[in-house]
Each structure stands twice: as C-alpha cells, then as structure tokens.
C-alpha cells in the first residue's frame, strides 16, 4: 500500500525556519515526482514546491526560502523552509505521482497524499 507521512509542522515566530518531512512507504521514490502542498483557511490548495528527475520547482511566493529535497535510499523528502512568514500558515501535504506530470504544481496531477501537518506561523 502506498503510503506518505509528514512530519515536522509546528508553531514558529516570522523569519524563523521549520523543516517538513515525508516519508514514503510501499513504494520507492525512484521514479515518482513528489511535490509539497499547502492550504489555508478558506483557500484552495496550492502547489508550493516539487522535485522530479532530480528538478526542483518553486511556487513564486517561496523561491529562494523553501528548498525541496530528497533521499531515495531513505524513501524520504524534505522541505526546508526559511524566512517564514505569517502568510505561509496552512496545512502542508505532500504527495506522489509515478513519472513526471504536465502540470508539476497542479494537485490534481498527484494521486498518493499523505495526511497533512499543520505550520503556523505567528508571534
């Protein structure tokens, strides 16, 4: 069964850094395009960041704080996010797509998602 799992949310004052976890399981990383989303409170979901055949893309409002990476030995991917700011607090998921999608920040080209872990950002 394929399986993700994040961890690493939590509550953190504005221009600090959280770094999110997921780890997958039943499958291996290998050949899958595994992207982090977020969603707020009334908004919809939005691709933030995501990492296929060793490229990394970034939604606009996070370039050059959040940075996608991943082990395929581990089975797991990480998003570390820096200068953080209140507009960043929602729901993080990640998720998974075998190959590579047209749409690489679209949620609908993800079919394997994990559960979520909530990152606030306040002082």
């Known amino acids: 069964q394929l399986q993700l799992v994040e961890s690493g949310g939590g509550l953190v004052q504005p221009g600090g850094s959280l770094r999110l976890s997921c780890a997958a399981s039943?499958?291996?990383?290998?050949?899958?395009?595994i992207g982090w989303f977020r969603q707020a409170p009334g908004k919809e979901r939005e691709g933030v960041s995501c990492?296929?055949?060793?490229?990394?893309y970034y939604a606009n409002s996070v370039k050059g704080r959040f940075t996608i990476s991943r082990d395929n030995a581990k089975k797991m991917v990480y998003l570390q996010m820096n200068s953080l700011k209140p507009e960043d607090t929602a729901v993080y998921t990640c998720?998974?797509?075998?190959?590579?999608?047209?749409?690489?920040?679209?949620?609908?080209?993800?079919?394997?998602w994990g559960q979520g872990t909530q990152v606030t950002v306040s002082s």
């Open positions: 039943g499958f291996t990383l290998d050949y899958y395009t």
């Open positions: 998720a998974a797509v075998k190959g590579v999608p047209p749409l690489l920040l679209h949620p609908q080209s993800y079919d394997v």
């Open positions: 990492i296929s055949e060793g490229r990394t």
